[in-house]
């Protein structure tokens, strides 16, 4: 589906990503981890059309560039950011799920922004304001808003990071139901196995270090370190100091 070749990009003289090469496969759920600050969120952004980087960036076989973008891309990728208010403009939910599908002139706007709402239970927040909503809410209705136009490639930026255990419990059944090839970000490494099957791990180098099984990955300690994924910490207990590697799970 996608196939991203020496892809570097850099803010200003900062480099963040560094000649990234690596495919996604229709259909594959893969999940994007590495430490704050590695790069994680600037692929997403690549990756959805919205920076553009150095080296090769294929979407379905085609060259992915700023004159490439059309609106058949715009409307194939969704991508939902790590704060979700950044991407709120509509005075109600109602509006901000139906303000895709207007743009594309999708029919039956009404049923299907109904229907969405329906499955992700925000059908009384219809009319409020989204700004009003609590983090995991907001969540919930900008991804509505970009499932309502039924994706194909889904990239998502720390979607858990402002749920609750049973919202996120909810999502992770959510997104294995849905048959959507995705790139998901995280830092939680223990819902990187119900997430997706293959990982890609960017180092504070912003180097891919790994890419492979997530279960092959929990057992590979120096990737695991070296994408800050395991640390050993010492601790003290009484007079007993001892260390042991410690997973972050978040
Ligand atoms: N608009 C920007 N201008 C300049 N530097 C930026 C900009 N956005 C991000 N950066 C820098 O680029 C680097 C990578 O940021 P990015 O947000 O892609 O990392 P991340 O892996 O998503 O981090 P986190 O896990 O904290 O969200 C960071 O050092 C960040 O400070």
Known sequence: MIKVDNLAYQYETQCVLDKLSFEVKAGEKV???GNNGSGKSTLLRILAGLYFGEGNYFYKDQLITKKSVGKTFRKEIGILFQNPETMMFNPTVYDEIAFGLREFDVENVDERVHAIAEKFHLTHHLQSSPLKLSGGEKQ???LCAI????????????????MDPK???WFVDLLSEMNITTLIST????????LG?????LNDKHQLIYNGEIEALMKDKKILI?????????????DFQHSHYHMHHF
């Open 140 to 142: 919930k209705v900008m």
């Open 147 to 162: 499932l309502v136009l039924e994706p194909q490639f889904l990239l998502l930026d720390e979607p858990t990071a402002n």
């Open 187 to 194: 830092h939680n490494i223990s819902l990187a196995y119900e």
């Open 197 to 201: 099957d293959r990982a890609l791990v």
């Open 167 to 169: 919202t996120t419990g």
């Open 226 to 238: 070296e994408g800050n994924l395991l640390h050993l910490h010492a601790h003290k207990h009484k």
């Open 31 to 33: 999940v994007l981890l």
